[in-house]
């Protein structure tokens, strides 16, 4: 007889699972089962990481809160020195109760004015009202008209004479910030190279930079029949919120450029 050859039904489609109680049932439930109990043994050792973290922060933090501070290391200085406070007074003044902020353009700006040389004639020395600093420009009713809108807050000057020859005019401008200030100082320097003034592009002043600081000595001497021929030089300075104006003045038709750069020199560093 011949053997009979037994095909095995195949599974339709979209049939996946073996039937109940069959070995493939079986054999399929045995290889599925490590893939779930891997997945959570991993859960379980996330979780006690994550504890343990928790744990050992907490444990941190209650020792230490149960420990003394560490004291901080000493001072260099043990016994730090401050002045005691003192009530206000008949002495009391603006400038000792800001004395920290205080500087010495803030204080008597007359004590800042260069003083005049050995041998030299003074002609006057003190503070000056603006219409007088006005009189000494062309146009005197606008000049004190820029002073006051400029905020012009002080004027000092003082003059002197040498030999009857040299006759200085040293004169501040204090404005109420370096904005009025620095507006003066760039006005009054930006004429000075036209042939109708010094006729020259003058030269700096020594420890200031050419924009802040410039001496125009004229380029020729005005003579007028009858009289002695004059030259005249001029210095104009910023520094901070003053202005240094400087007049020279010889009658005899000779001034040396480096004695009136000396002189803006030495009135710059008194500021």
Partial sequence: MEHEQ???EQRK???SAPEPGTWDAVAGATAAAPRRRGRRTLLLIAAAVALGTLAGTATGYAIQ????????????????AYPKALAPDDATTNKTINANRWHKTDDDLAKLLIEAPGGAKKEGSGYSSLDFLALGFKEPGNALSNFSSSRTRRVVSVSWSEDDKNFVLVTLVQFSDRNGADDYQKEQSGYMSDKDHAGNDGVPIPGTTAELGHVWVDAKAEEKAGYLPMRAARAVAR??????DIHYTNNRGKIAEGDVVDLA???LERL
């Fill in 265 to 267: 020199k030495r009135q």
């Fill in 13 to 15: 489609e979209g049939e």
């Fill in 65 to 80: 809160y149960d420990r003394e501070p560490t004291p901080l290391a000493p001072l260099a200085q043990q016994d730090l």
């Fill in 6 to 8: 037994t095909i095995p």
């Fill in 239 to 244: 520094r901070g919120d003053i202005v240094l």
